[in-house]
Structure formats: structure tokens, C-alpha cells
């Protein structure tokens, strides 16, 4: 079936510091993931996305990794800060390829 | 670039009671989605929008939740009756097309049921 998960449901880390969230996936005919985060009383808000025909892309102090053969997303935040606490989730394309499916979620918290 | 509007922000009803949540999406997007979201957990598909055709409710409680997208662009979403496990966020996101595109979504209606 499809699902997507996350490694871990928190993270706390020092302001600067870079931080890695993963998540797993589990139908290896997914083609296309997002990562999105949402702050408290808000929406999901879109951080980045990966097509699987890359493994890797980068954006304003973000990058996703895509590992296809242990069906592994993480996002990488590079110079952590206070403003990126929030909670961070993985989604992927179903298998209709018409909407998204998402993950538990991981809670970063940012400490100064 | 106005982002995706939804009504109210906040309901608090009693089991049984039915209710209402509105949505408009981001001008020009043809597909929109309504997604619950529990507390502590990802949120989840109920029913996707393309124009005003559906293209996908297969997770909607059809018994007791209904939606609709008259005129391909406001979207409605209703609960009769509503039931305890009803509660959670309700939100509605947009997109340019289907599949490979982003989703914007906008704040929800936070519904709680007492």
C-alpha cells in the first residue's frame, strides 16, 4: 500500500547548526515527493520538491536527497534557525498520480 | 499572488450538528483538494476537484461528508452529522494541474466537536 513515514517524530538543534530530517516511503513506484512545513494555526507550507529521475536539489538553504534504492527522502536545512522551527512532512505523489500522500511529521525545534 | 482563502478559521459544534467549510483557491488553479488533518498527524486526502468534475472522494465519509465546486472555482465542504471524531483541521489547497505540481494550501477551518 502507500505510506509514508518519518524517522523521527522531533529534532532539537542549536541555532546555526545544520539540520536532517528523513523520512521513508514504502511504494517504490513513486515518482515524485515534496517536503512541506507547517507552523502552528497554519497551512503546509511548500519548501521544495524532487522528481525521481534526480537524486539530489537544492534551494535557499535547503536540499533534498532522494535515495530510490532504500526508498529514502531527507531534507537537509542548512544554518538552522529559530524561524525554521516548525513541523516538517514528507509527501509523495499516489499511485493515481493525482494527489499527495503524507507522512507523520517531524517537529524541529530551533534553540538560540 | 493571493494565497488560498478558507472560512471560518475556527467552529465549535455539538455532535450530530451539521457544518459548513468554504474555500477559494488561488485564481486560475483547476484542481482543488480538501484534506483533513488530526492532531499530531500528516494530513489526510478527502476529496480532489478538477475544475468542477471529481476526481477522486474514495476517502470521504459520503454518508456523512459532501463537497462541491459549482462553477469550477469556490469549493464547499459539509459534515451532517458531525461526530466526535470529526474533529480536526480542515484544509483546502490548490494547484495548477494534477500530479507534478506543488499544492498551496491555505490555513483551515479548525473544527472542534463536543
Known amino acids: 500500500g502507500e505510506s509514508v513515514g518519518l524517522h523521527l517524530p522531533t529534532l532539537s538543534v542549536q541555532e546555526g547548526d545544520n539540520s536532517i530530517i528523513n523520512c521513508a516511503y514504502s511504494?517504490?513506484?513513486?515518482?515524485?515527493f515534496i517536503w512541506y512545513k507547517q507552523e502552528s494555526g497554519k497551512g503546509p507550507q511548500f519548501i521544495i520538491d524532487?522528481?525521481?529521475?534526480?537524486d539530489k536539489r537544492q534551494g535557499q538553504r535547503v536540499t533534498v536527497l532522494l535515495n530510490k534504492t532504500v526508498k529514502h527522502l531527507s531534507l537537509q536545512i542548512a544554518a538552522t534557525q529559530p524561524g525554521d522551527s516548525a513541523v516538517y512532512f514528507c509527501?509523495?505523489?499516489?499511485?493515481?498520480?493525482?494527489?499527495?500522500?503524507f507522512g507523520k511529521g517531524t517537529t524541529l525545534s530551533v534553540s538560540s | 499572488e493571493a494565497g488560498v482563502a478558507q472560512s471560518p478559521r475556527y467552529k465549535i459544534i455539538e455532535k450530530r450538528q451539521s457544518v459548513a467549510f468554504w474555500c477559494n483557491p488561488i485564481?486560475?488553479?483547476?484542481?482543488l483538494y480538501w484534506y483533513q488533518q488530526i492532531l499530531g498527524q500528516g494530513p489526510k486526502l478527502l476529496i480532489q476537484?478538477?475544475?468542477?468534475?471529481?476526481?477522486?472522494d474514495s476517502q470521504l465519509p459520503k454518508d456523512r461528508f459532501s463537497a462541491e465546486r459549482l462553477k469550477g472555482v469556490d469549493s464547499t465542504l459539509k459534515i451532517q452529522p458531525a461526530k466526535l471524531e470529526d474533529s480536526a483541521v480542515y484544509l483546502c489547497?490548490?494547484?495548477?494541474?494534477?500530479?507534478?505540481?506543488?499544492?498551496?494550501f491555505g490555513n483551515g477551518t479548525r473544527l472542534t466537536v463536543t
Open positions: 489547497a490548490s494547484s495548477s494541474g494534477q500530479g507534478y505540481s506543488p499544492l498551496h
Open positions: 511504494n517504490s513506484a513513486s515518482d515524485y
Open positions: 524532487i522528481r525521481s529521475n534526480m
Open positions: 509527501a509523495e505523489l499516489n499511485q493515481a498520480g493525482t494527489a499527495l500522500i
Open positions: 485564481s486560475g488553479h483547476a484542481t
Open positions: 476537484f478538477q475544475n468542477n468534475g471529481v476526481v477522486d
